[in-house]
C-alpha cells in the first residue's frame, strides 16, 4: 500500500506544484489504484509515473471544486485510449458529480470504450464495501461547499503459522502445512493429529489511511483520522493565518497537526499548500506543525509514501 501525491496545490497550479490528485496504490493487495481528486493536468502527471491508468479502477472525488475536478474529464476521455480491455471504473463524489461528468462528455462528443459508473455518495456521509472486505468510510467536512473525507479500512490480514511452535511435530513440508495455515484439522504419517487453530498467530490488524478533502478543523476529521496509520491533510495555510483560513474554509498547519494528535495517528501527511509558499515557507509549514505533532511531512508532487502498519 503506497500513496503517490500527483499534485500537492491548493486553488491553482504553479510551477512546483500542481492542483489535487493523488493515487493511493494497492498492486500488491487488489492489483488496481484508487484516485483521490482529480485536478487539471493530473493525466500529466501520471505520464510522468509508472502508473497505468487501466489499473485505476476507482475515483474518489472529495468535492466539486475546479482545482479537484478539472482534470477528471480528459482523464476519462483519454482513459479509453489507454487500456488492453474494456477494464470498468467507477467515480464516487458529491450529488451533481453525474451531472458535471456526463455534460462534459456529451458537449466535448467524448464516448468512454469502458463502463463507467458515478456513485453520488450520501451528503450525511457513510460506508461502501468495496472489493469484498475492504471498508470506506465517508463524511462531510467543513468547506462551505459539501466536501467528503475519506477513510479506507484494510481487511484484517489472518495470523502467521507458527513455525517454531510446529518444529517438534516435523509436519513434512506440502498439502498437511497449507491446510494447518486455513485452520483445519491434520492427522500426520504417525497418526497425530493437530489443529491448525492451534498454530495460527493473532490477526494483523488492517491498516487505515485517511484522505480528508479541503475544510476548517472540524469533529468529523478527528471521527475517520481516528488511529489511522496515515493522515493526509491540508494545510493551505500557515499557522498566522488562521483567520484567512477560518474565512476560506481552509485549515493552518497547525490545525491539521492539532486534528493528528487529537485522533491519534501514526503519521501526517499535509498537502494542498497555497501557490504562495516557497522554500522556506514550506520548512516553516513543517516546522509549525511538527510543535505539535512530531510525524509529520509536507509532501511535493511525486513524493510517495509507504503505508506501514
Same mark, same amino acid.
Given at each position: 500500500?503506497?500513496?503517490?501525491?500527483?499534485?500537492t496545490g491548493?486553488?491553482?497550479?504553479?510551477?512546483?506544484?500542481?492542483?489535487?490528485?493523488?493515487?493511493?496504490?494497492l498492486?500488491?493487495?487488489l492489483?488496481?489504484?484508487?484516485?483521490?481528486?482529480c485536478?487539471e493536468?493530473?493525466q500529466?502527471?501520471?505520464?510522468?509515473?509508472?502508473?497505468?491508468?487501466?489499473?485505476?479502477? /476507482?475515483? !474518489? @472525488?472529495?468535492?466539486?471544486?475546479?482545482?479537484? *475536478?478539472?482534470?477528471?474529464? #480528459?482523464?476519462l476521455?483519454?482513459? &479509453?485510449?489507454?487500456i488492453?480491455?474494456?477494464?470498468d471504473l467507477?467515480?464516487?463524489?458529491?450529488?451533481?458529480?453525474r451531472?458535471y461528468?456526463?455534460?462534459s462528455?456529451?458537449?466535448?462528443?467524448?464516448?468512454?470504450?469502458?463502463?463507467?459508473?458515478i456513485?453520488?455518495l450520501?451528503?450525511?456521509?457513510?460506508?461502501?464495501?468495496l472489493?469484498?472486505?475492504?471498508?470506506?468510510?465517508?463524511?462531510?467536512?467543513?468547506h462551505?461547499?459539501?466536501?467528503?473525507?475519506?477513510?479506507?479500512?484494510?481487511?484484517?490480514?489472518?495470523?502467521?503459522?507458527?513455525?517454531?511452535?510446529?518444529?517438534?511435530?516435523?509436519?513434512?513440508n506440502?498439502?498437511?502445512?497449507?491446510?494447518?495455515?486455513?485452520?483445519?484439522q491434520?492427522?500426520?504419517?504417525?497418526?497425530?493429529?493437530?489443529?491448525? /487453530?492451534? !498454530? @495460527?498467530?493473532?490477526?494483523?490488524?488492517?491498516? *487505515?489511511?485517511?484522505?480528508l #478533502?479541503?475544510?476548517?478543523?472540524? &469533529?468529523?476529521?478527528?471521527?475517520?483520522?481516528?488511529?489511522?496509520?496515515?493522515?493526509?491533510?491540508?494545510?493551505?495555510h500557515?499557522?498566522?493565518?488562521?483567520?484567512?483560513?477560518?474565512?476560506?474554509?481552509?485549515?493552518?498547519?497547525?490545525?491539521?497537526?492539532?486534528i493528528?494528535?487529537?485522533?491519534?495517528?501514526?503519521?501526517?501527511?499535509?498537502?494542498?499548500?497555497?501557490?504562495?509558499y516557497?522554500?522556506q515557507?514550506?520548512?516553516?509549514?513543517?516546522?509549525?506543525?511538527?510543535?505539535t505533532?512530531?510525524?509529520v511531512?509536507?509532501?511535493?508532487?511525486?513524493?510517495?509514501?509507504?503505508?506501514?502498519?
Amino acid at each position: 500500500m503506497e500513496l503517490l501525491f500527483l499534485g500537492t496545490g491548493a486553488g491553482l497550479p504553479s510551477k512546483g506544484r500542481n492542483v489535487s490528485s493523488l493515487a493511493l496504490k494497492l498492486l500488491d493487495e487488489l492489483n488496481e489504484i484508487w484516485l483521490f481528486d482529480c485536478g487539471e493536468a493530473t493525466q500529466h502527471q501520471i505520464l510522468k509515473t509508472s502508473l497505468k491508468p487501466r489499473k485505476i479502477r /476507482k475515483v !474518489f @472525488i472529495s468535492h466539486l471544486h475546479g482545482d479537484h *475536478i478539472f482534470g477528471l474529464p #480528459g482523464f476519462l476521455s483519454s482513459r &479509453s485510449f489507454q487500456i488492453a480491455e474494456r477494464e470498468d471504473l467507477t467515480v464516487f463524489g458529491p450529488p451533481g458529480l453525474r451531472n458535471y461528468i456526463q455534460s462534459s462528455l456529451k458537449f466535448s462528443k467524448s464516448k468512454l470504450l469502458y463502463p463507467l459508473k458515478i456513485v453520488e455518495l450520501d451528503p450525511q456521509g457513510g460506508k461502501l464495501q468495496l472489493n469484498g472486505h475492504w471498508t470506506m468510510e465517508y463524511l462531510p467536512l467543513d468547506h462551505g461547499t459539501l466536501s467528503f473525507g475519506f477513510r479506507v479500512i484494510e481487511p484484517d490480514q489472518p495470523g502467521q503459522l507458527l513455525m517454531d511452535k510446529l518444529a517438534k511435530y516435523q509436519v513434512p513440508n506440502g498439502p498437511l502445512l497449507g491446510q494447518l495455515k486455513q485452520g483445519k484439522q491434520v492427522q500426520l504419517p504417525d497418526g497425530q493429529i493437530l489443529d491448525g /487453530k492451534d !498454530f @495460527i498467530g493473532p490477526k494483523k490488524a488492517g491498516r *487505515i489511511v485517511s484522505i480528508l #478533502g479541503d475544510s476548517r478543523p472540524c &469533529s468529523n476529521s478527528v471521527i475517520l483520522a481516528k488511529q489511522a496509520d496515515c493522515l493526509v491533510h491540508e494545510a493551505t495555510h500557515r499557522a498566522n493565518e488562521h483567520k484567512m483560513a477560518h474565512q476560506y474554509y481552509h485549515s493552518t498547519s497547525q490545525q491539521a497537526a492539532n486534528i493528528a494528535k487529537q485522533a491519534q495517528v501514526k503519521h501526517l501527511l499535509l498537502n494542498h499548500i497555497s501557490a504562495r509558499y516557497l522554500g522556506q515557507d514550506i520548512q516553516q509549514l513543517q516546522a509549525e506543525a511538527g510543535k505539535t505533532f512530531a510525524s509529520v511531512k509536507v509532501v511535493n508532487d511525486f513524493d510517495q509514501i509507504s503505508i506501514k502498519g
